[in-house]
C-alpha cells in the first residue's frame, strides 16, 4: 500500500475542501439543524463533495465514511479493505458563528487501522499530518507533544457533546476537577484541532466524550506518532468507535485518568 501516494491525495482533497469553507465564511444564508444544536451548513456540503471528488477520482473502489453523506461503499475487497473518514468541516458552530476555529479532518483506515491522518487548518494553512510509523509534521515540520509532568502545569482542552443524555453529572464533575486541578482549559469546538495541538505541544492534554469516528481518526493518528498517548478514560487503547477519547503528553496521562475515573454510581 503506497501511504505516501495516499496521503498525496488527502492533502490535495483537503485544500480543495479549504477553498468552499473560504469561499462560504461569513457568506452563510441558511444553517441548517441536524440536531437540537448539530448544525450543517451549506460549506459542510460543499466542502464535502470537493473532498469526495478528489478521493474517488484517484481511488475509486475505496469506501468513504463522511460526516454528512454517510458511508459509500467504493466495493473495494474486503481483504485490505481500505475506507477514508472524512469530517468536511470540523467546528461547524465556529464557523456558523463566524468564529475562524475550524479545520478539515481527512484518515485513511486500512483494515481499520488508520495509517494517514491530515488535518488542515484553512484559517493560515496550518496542514497537521502524519503516516504510521513516520513521525507527525506540522506544514512539513516535525512536532511532538510537550514534556510538562504535571496537571497543575498543564493546559486542557475539552469539548462537549450534542447530546448530553444521561451523561450530565459526569460531563460536568470531570470538567469541574480538571478546572480545579490544571494551570487553565480551553473548549475550542474542534476535535480534529484539539488533537493536532496535543501534538504540537501547544496543549498537554485533550479529552472529550462521544465523539464521532470523523472527529478523531486523523488527530489521534498525528497525536499517537507526535508521542501522544491516547485512550478512553479507563486507559484503554483508544480507537474511533471508542465513545471516550483522552489524549496526553503521556507525562500527564495517569494522573489524567485519575480524574476523569467516575464511579459508576455519580454518573
Ligand atoms: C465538533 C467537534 C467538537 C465537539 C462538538 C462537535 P463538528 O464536531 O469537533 O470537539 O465538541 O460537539 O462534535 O460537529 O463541528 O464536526
Redesign the pocket.
Known sequence: MDLAALQRTAVKAAFQGAVELRNHFGKLDTVTKKGR???VTQA?LASEAKIIAVIRSHYPDHDVLA?ESGASGGGNSAANLVRWVI?????????AHGLPI?AI?IAVEVDTEALVGVVLNPNGGELFSAIKAHGALLNDRPIRVSRTDAVSESLLI?????EWGDQRTAIIERFSRCVDSARGIR????????LCYVAAGRADAYW?A???P??SAAGALIAREAGAMVTDFSGREYTDRCSELLASNSHIHTEMLSLLQIAKETR
Not at 87 to 95: E, R, S, V
Not at 187 to 194: C, E, I, M, S
Request: hydrophobic share 35%; proline share 6%; aromatic share 14%.
Open positions: 444544536i448539530d448544525l459542510d460526516e469530517d468536511p468541516l470540523d467546528g461547524t458552530t465556529n464557523y475550524f479532518s475539552t469539548g462537549f457533546p450534542y473548549r475550542l469546538g474542534a476535535a480534529a484541532l484539539d472529550e462521544g465523539l464521532k470523523w472527529d
